[in-house]
């Protein structure tokens, strides 16, 4: 869905009261869209690579539907990895509730059915545009991921081809390994 704000800018959007609920809402391009539902496979991959990312050894934390902010846009991406030094606090020490306003090292956004790929690739482009260094687009039903890094073509990965992650996270995991999560145990 779209409507059109008052303004065209970031700070008026992000005052917004209603764009924290559920599905979230982003800013793209002067226009305040809001999110699909991912539904099961999505939130299966979702809470998954957020448990694993978390547990490798790493300054490293992935966070599920975290709000970054910067440039132009406002946009909620499905798992967000920052740097741990990298994290907003806020007065008391605590981690900041409004999200970051900084690219995030790396980016994972998995393709809903109701979702455009054309949209969610547009805004992993511009993360890395904006200093993100790695992301992906996972695609349920090709059971493919694309990778993206900046300066270079995007990898189309599937089977057993292992997934690249940023230095200093020691993680192994191959797309059949990510897609294996959706199996019944």
């Not at 057993?160 to 230095?167: A, D, F, K, Q, T």
Request: aromatic fraction near 8%.
């Amino acid at each position: 869905m779209t409507i059109a704000i008052p303004s065209s800018s970031l700070e008026e959007f992000l005052k917004l009261p209603y764009i924290d609920e559920s599905p979230a809402w982003e800013y793209i391009n002067g226009e305040a869209l809001q999110k699909p539902m991912g539904g099961g496979k999505h939130s299966l991959l979702q809470k998954r690579l957020v448990a694993v990312i978390d547990a490798a050894d790493s300054n490293y934390e992935a966070f599920p539907e975290l709000r970054c902010s910067f440039g132009n846009r406002s946009v909620v991406v499905d798992v967000v990895i920052v740097a741990s030094n990298q994290l907003p606090l806020d007065e008391s020490g605590d981690l900041a509730s409004t999200g970051i306003e900084f690219a995030p090292a790396w980016v994972i956004e998995i393709l809903s059915p109701d979702q455009s790929q054309t949209k969610v690739t547009g805004n992993i482009l511009y993360c890395l545009r904006n200093g993100t260094q790695l992301g992906w687009l996972i695609d349920p039903r090709e059971r493919s991921v694309l990778v993206y890094q900046p300066n270079r073509l995007p990898d189309l990965l599937s089977g057993s081809e292992v997934l690249p992650v940023l230095e200093g996270i020691k993680l192994n995991l191959s797309v059949n390994d990510l897609f294996a999560w959706l199996q019944r145990r």
